[in-house]
């Protein structure tokens, strides 16, 4: 193990859940974690069945504006650095709180924004960027296929198709979705996918195939806005919307296409452990 890694051994970690998506949150207000050292940290801790595992590490970080009370960096298991996510905004927000680094109203930094967001005990309201680049139904070649998808960002990219519902249970979502991650269309920073049924008058059931993860989720808090903005736009559903995730817990989404800059999610998350970081998590 190297020098700056080592230097990691026995730092104190969070592990967090919310929605089905992991995430290891470590309070980095000291600065231990070089920024340099990130992406790094994230693809060794990250590692399922070999580390701590999860989807994504978040460094909670001293604030670089009087608005906020901390600032993140965002890595996902594969060490990239991401904008925004929602359920790990949602997280960290918790997280702070309980640290005693923020009131339970309270704003905070990412590279999409600034992320407001309110905590009331295990459920989470965050009020994320204003959406952008919102774009309907224009087609995406996909194994000799033509698709027909949306696009919005919330924060990240989201492309969002939609299906029948008896015919989104079984959907190759990881097949397509690295299809369409990866597309010249969406290129060069490629994007999410979410593949969607609606089973409501304001009811989803949304499966996300993540950037960053390079597999589906077990949820996707952006994603879930994105697939609630884009099923508005389309005139199928209304706010509040409800959206099932992959793995069974719901999400509210607050979204008025007469107020577009305006989107909440709000969800539960929860603390899983708190633990010290070992010499062989790190190797």
Known sequence: MDGDMAACEGLPFTKMVASGNDFI???????????????ELAKRLCRRAFSVGADGLILIEP??????????????????EAEMCGNGGRCAARFAVEEGLCPEKLAFE??????????NGKEVKIKLTPPKDLKLDFPVSVNDKTLLVSFVNT??????????????KDFPVNEVGKKIRFHQAFAPAGTNVNFVAQT??????????????????FACGTGACASAIIAISKGLISSPVEVTTTGGEILQIFWNP??????????????????????????
Request: with cysteine; glycine share 6%.
């Open 258 to 283: 007469a107020e577009p800059d305006e989107i909440f999610l709000k969800g539960e998350a929860r603390f899983v452990y708190r633990a010290h970081l070992s010499k062989e998590a790190l190797e």
């Open 25 to 39: 949150l470590i309070n980095n207000f000291d600065k231990k974690v070089p920024s340099e050292l990130g992406p």
């Open 155 to 168: 924060g990240v990219p989201h492309v969002v198709l939609i299906l029948p519902e008896e015919e989104l």
């Open 110 to 119: 990412t590279l999409a924004g600034l992320i407001q967001a309110e905590v």
């Open 63 to 80: 604030p670089k504006t009087k608005e906020a009370c901390f600032s993140w960096r965002f890595f996902n298991a594969d060490g990239s």
């Open 200 to 217: 409501g008058p304001q009811n989803l059931l949304v499966r996300t195939y993540e950037r960053g993860v390079e597999a589906e989720t």
